[in-house]
């Protein structure tokens, strides 16, 4: 997907996350986010990516912002439960029960990936392979009420869009179905992706100016290592209209 497309995207729903003003009957401060941030990988961008993340739309989303976080990452003292199946359903029923009919459920996904799956480990345990159906079966429950967004931080994120598509959802994902993204070793605080996230929702009130700039960051960053680009992409389901009604930016 372009940049302008994405452009568009944008501007149609993260005024609602982050705070910028629409009409007076669909007030950003009115909706609930519900973030459902997911560490499926021991290391710590995967932790970093999702918990820094919340913790900035906890700072500038004008709403309530409920975090619900797990992650794989062993440290002592744990600070958020295990993110297997029994926690990633717990979490989404939770959204599911709690979110009302103009809030918003954000998931954000960061681990490893190919082609269709994603990786799953719990420190040096096994690694566990989860697929594009076995994500849209964990995320169906959301699909009642809430409208959604799904973030997917991984390598060949993008072929998991066709498992995942949805009328209220809109996907994102930080590479094309046949790319690698970067930046996942042991020693970054973040992947590429997750840094560029946190610079595209780093400014309460400038977050349109600055989310346009989320593939450009990323493709910078590749640029300068003589990486191929990962091209990030989009997927916007039919209803996503619904979601937010916003004055011409």
Not at 30 to 58: M, T
Not at 166 to 181: E, G, H, L, Q
Not at 186 to 204: D, I, K, M, N, V
Request: overall charge neutral; charged content about 20%.
């Amino acid at each position: 997907m372009q940049n302008s497309a994405i452009i568009a995207l944008l501007l149609l729903v993260l005024p609602c996350v982050c705070g910028c003003t629409g009409p007076s009957d669909m007030r950003s401060d009115d909706r609930q986010l519900f973030y459902i941030g997911l560490a499926l990988f021991p290391e710590q961008w995967s932790e970093n990516d999702v918990v820094d993340l919340g913790n900035l739309l906890q700072k500038n989303h004008r709403g309530h912002v409920v975090q619900l976080i797990a992650s794989n990452r062993v440290n002592e003292p744990r600070r958020y439960p295990v993110a297997d199946d029994r926690a990633i359903a717990a979490l989404v029923r939770s959204a599911a029960e709690h979110a009302g009919p103009d809030d918003i459920v954000f998931v954000h996904i960061s681990t490893h990936g190919s082609s269709h799956w994603l990786a799953s480990q719990l420190g040096g345990g096994p690694l566990r392979m989860i697929t594009g159906a076995q994500l849209a079966s964990q995320f169906a429950p959301l699909d009642r009420y809430a409208n959604v967004i799904i973030i997917i931080s991984a390598c060949y994120s993008g072929s998991l869009i066709p498992s995942l598509q949805a009328p209220r959802r809109i996907i994102i994902t930080a590479a094309r179905a046949d790319r690698n993204s970067f930046g996942c070793s042991p020693s970054r605080r973040h992947t590429y992706f997750g840094e560029a996230e946190l610079h595209a929702f780093a400014e309460s009130g400038h977050s349109l100016q600055q989310i346009e700039d989320l593939r450009d960051t990323v493709a910078s960053m590749e640029h300068q290592k003589s990486l191929t680009s990962s091209e990030p992409q989009v997927s916007v389901g039919r209803n996503v209209g619904k979601l937010c009604v916003t004055k011409p930016f």
